[in-house]
């Protein structure tokens, strides 16, 4: 099985510029979270797509939003970026199994760099 | 408000020895948990899970100990081996359903040979 897959890898761009990144998920896997990492913060969660509808948000300003296509792949836009944009933006898609045993993979992030 | 801890920034052990990696929570809604490494410019790869139903997980040289009553965790992998030097991170994941993970901040491990 193809592993989750992020583009692009990398990424510059200008503040007040905005930014879409992509993500295609494990085959058969519904659930695409985003995260950022920065190295002051870590991982931090961005939001969830299950189905086309956004599950779950983390705690970031309205400029970040998402969306999930009907095949699952999703995307992620910041509008308006800001020095502090920069960092490594993280996919994950997830399953669980009929156990309840819980796996979620990454991607390999797409590192982005707001001059 | 650090939900889940990660107290070590930084472990070394001898190539062969038990790495011990530890991890705090203080949300008590957690019902799952999971391990990651990290190597730099990469995404973090999944190592191991475990259910808050359980008190231990094994998958080969990784075993994961639960202790919710100290909310607690506990990463083992014996035997170290030199390319098991990376970040570990643990997490956590609410009840529900919820695919949102809270991350610790990571420990940085060095097996050395």
């Known amino acids: 099985k193809a592993g989750v897959t992020q583009t692009p890898r990398y990424l510059i761009k200008t503040r007040g510029q905005q930014v879409t990144l992509s993500c295609s998920p494990i085959?058969?896997?519904?659930?695409v979270s985003w995260y950022q990492q920065t190295p002051g913060q870590g991982l931090q969660f961005l939001f969830e797509?299950?189905?086309?509808?956004?599950?779950n948000k983390g705690n970031f300003p309205g400029r970040f939003s998402g969306r999930q296509f009907s095949n699952s792949r999703s995307e992620m836009n910041v509008s308006t970026l800001e020095l502090g944009d920069s960092a490594l933006y993280l996919c994950?898609?997830?399953?669980?199994?009929?156990?309840?045993?819980?796996?979620?993979?990454f991607g390999p992030g797409t590192r982005l760099t707001v001059t | 408000d650090q939900q889940v801890k990660q107290n070590s920034p930084s472990l070394s052990v001898q190539e062969g020895r038990i790495s011990i990696l530890n991890c705090d929570y203080t949300?008590?809604?957690?019902?799952?948990f999971l391990w990651y490494k990290k190597y730099p410019a990469e995404g973090p790869t999944f190592l191991i899970s475990?259910?808050?139903?359980?008190d231990k997980n094994e998958d080969g040289r990784f075993t994961v100990f639960l202790n919710k009553s100290a909310k607690h965790l506990s990463l083992h992998i014996v035997p170290s081996q030199p390319g098991d030097s990376a970040v570990y991170f643990c997490?956590?994941?609410?009840?529900?359903?919820?695919?949102?993970?809270?991350f610790g901040k990571g420990t940085k491990l060095t097996v050395n040979p």
């Open positions: 994950a898609s997830s399953s669980r199994t009929s156990g309840g045993a819980y796996e979620q993979y």
């Open positions: 475990i259910s808050s139903i359980k």
């Open positions: 797509y299950f189905s086309e509808t956004q599950r």
């Open positions: 949300n008590s809604m957690f019902d799952y």
């Open positions: 085959s058969g896997h519904r659930s």
């Open positions: 997490a956590g994941a609410p009840q529900g359903g919820s695919e949102k993970l809270v």
